[in-house]
């Protein structure tokens, strides 16, 4: 036997750095970005990650400083008819309904029990507002958090038959995932409330609830049974959408990313912010255009812009004009969801 | 030549886990926690380390949750006889007394432009507020950053004639860094602006911005020659303070310490809530009892309880019954300062 084929010993901690190569070895051989049709929205990605991870170009960003932004909603994982969040605010309205007798005479409370669906598409913000408090609020962090998941974990969406977090894109999971293999930290920076989101981020997006900013409401100090705990207050503290999201970046993040990803009006200003930084940016706004697979609405139905929530046609247009790029669901995507055939 | 002794040629990646590797074991010649003496502040942070990071212990915390948070003011660094935010906040309004007249007539600005030092050291909170809107708001965040920047690299303290930033404790220094090398993240929370301190977290601690928890200012998202900026508005949004503490951990790191450290009662509840934990966690206050290499106040001199931002004689009785652990700079630090012979 050839002594130069000997595998010699080696120490604990040398051994466990060569298994840690040998790992990222093995997962390199996934190929990146695999629902990904081969286009412009997946070149622009390519490039830009080439352009800040290759040290001889002079638009080299320091591991550090590369810092990814996601809206959620739309974005991350589907939001039509109604968020996810709203979901579940509304099923806590008919499961509090028996506690509060008066609900069945007030709005906006009497519309949600009525199943009322015109009158819950004309909600306006002060109605979500009290839907909100009466269903996410008088609690502990902790117990919210219990509420969150136990509700996940048996809802499902109407249309598709699957539970709530099943509904993500798989190509945006992908552009997480090849991001972070290149060093990026990735961000969820969500109008939707931060409590609620941190329940699932690490488990279905493999961000941790650190990396997670988002609207939150007010919360309390208080002791019971003298051990401390944060009560849940109905009262908004921060909302975390339209110009809320670069100050949320800069107060949760404290750098300016260089990549964000949106899809409506509330993601214009996170975007702003990362294009107005040095070097080289990459800003992307989903547009739904697959009414088969997903959905279509915004600029591929010609939606107004009054529409809350929904990449609108102005917003479609100063895209362009921005140089923005535009991810379509139908062309740059080859499957959308995991359990697309 | 024995060809055992050719060193091969290895492939890139590969080389440099090996430099990795042999970075880390370098790291490990230089003792942890050199400037401790042994005794029981020591022995009870090296004994926490073992229980949480060993495997075969009940009490074993997986990395992503190893959350460590140390307030800054008297517990990183000198506080006394003022915080050096505030040295720069008064710095600021005699720099800033030619464009406000009026300040000559107007307290708080009165006194301090008088160097009244006794009505200084009585301002209240509302004399503060007053200073920190008229030297810290009304610019950008950028332009901020860069005057904090620029007065850290000049100023010095008058007593060790050092800038403010070499008065950062180099025991706790290499405490930071061994709970690092133990995987652990290192935290800031901090009563002091958060702004002003992501300013030299990174250089001064090895903290990275988006790991320092602080008090802020309300931040307005505005156009300047059609380019986004966040300017400072002279009205507090969130003050890291005292039940400030715990609600600022919850949302801006969403995860419950293993180990927090303070000195001061804006502390207390940052520890009460660490330790409302399961398992193992570690609470320590740093008592400052060395008059000659730095300070002696607090329980070490009697200070009665209103004395705001010291360690008091009731936090020290608190401490004690809960069985916080309590640091003597004056026993258990081997020397205080890098700048120490």
Redesign the interface.
């Known amino acids: 036997m050839n002594?130069?084929r000997k595998i010699p010993k080696l120490p604990g901690?040398?051994a466990a750095?060569?298994f840690?190569?040998l790992s990222?070895?093995a997962n390199a051989q996934t190929p990146a970005l695999a629902s990904w049709n081969d286009g412009p929205a997946k070149q622009s990605i390519v490039s830009f990650v080439k352009e800040v991870t290759d040290r001889s170009r002079t638009n080299y960003v320091e591991p550090?400083d590369r810092i990814a932004t996601f809206d959620q909603d739309g974005t991350l994982w589907v939001e039509h008819p109604l968020y996810t969040q709203a979901v579940f605010a509304l099923t806590r309205v008919h499961e509090l309904a028996p506690q509060h007798p008066e609900w069945q005479q007030r709005e906006p409370f009497k519309a949600v029990l009525a199943n009322d669906r015109s009158a819950m598409a004309n909600f306006s913000e002060s109605d979500w507002e009290a839907i909100l408090a009466a269903t996410h609020a008088g609690m502990t962090?902790e117990a919210f958090q219990a509420l969150v998941k136990q509700w996940l974990a048996t809802a499902k969406d109407p249309r598709f038959h699957q539970p709530y977090t099943a509904l993500v894109y798989q190509p945006m999971l992908e552009l997480m995932d090849y991001l972070r293999a290149n060093g990026f930290r990735t961000y969820i920076v969500t109008g939707g409330g931060?409590?609620f989101v941190?329940v699932y981020s690490q488990s279905v997006y493999g961000v941790?609830?650190?990396q997670?900013v988002g609207s939150?409401i007010l919360?309390?100090?208080e002791y019971q049974d003298g051990?401390?705990v944060?009560m849940r207050e109905p009262n908004v503290f921060f909302i975390d959408d339209n110009?809320g999201k670069?100050?949320g970046i800069?107060?949760?993040?404290?750098?300016r990313p260089y990549a964000a990803f949106g899809n409506s009006p509330g993601d214009k200003?996170m975007l702003?912010?990362t294009q107005?930084g040095s070097g080289a940016r990459l800003m992307m706004l989903v547009l739904h255009d697959d009414p088969v697979r997903e959905y279509a609405y915004g600029p591929a139905n010609g939606l107004p812009d009054t529409k809350v929530g929904t990449f609108t046609p102005a917003l479609y247009e100063e895209a362009k004009s921005k140089g923005w790029d535009v991810i379509s669901m139908k062309k740059d995507w080859k499957r959308i969801f995991s359990f697309d055939k």
Chains 1, 2 share one sequence.
């Open positions: 002594s130069h901690a040398f750095v060569m840690l190569a990222i070895h550090q962090t931060q409590e941190r941790p609830p650190e997670v939150s919360t309390k100090y051990k401390p944060l110009a670069p100050i800069n107060l949760f993040i404290g750098k200003q702003e912010w107005a």
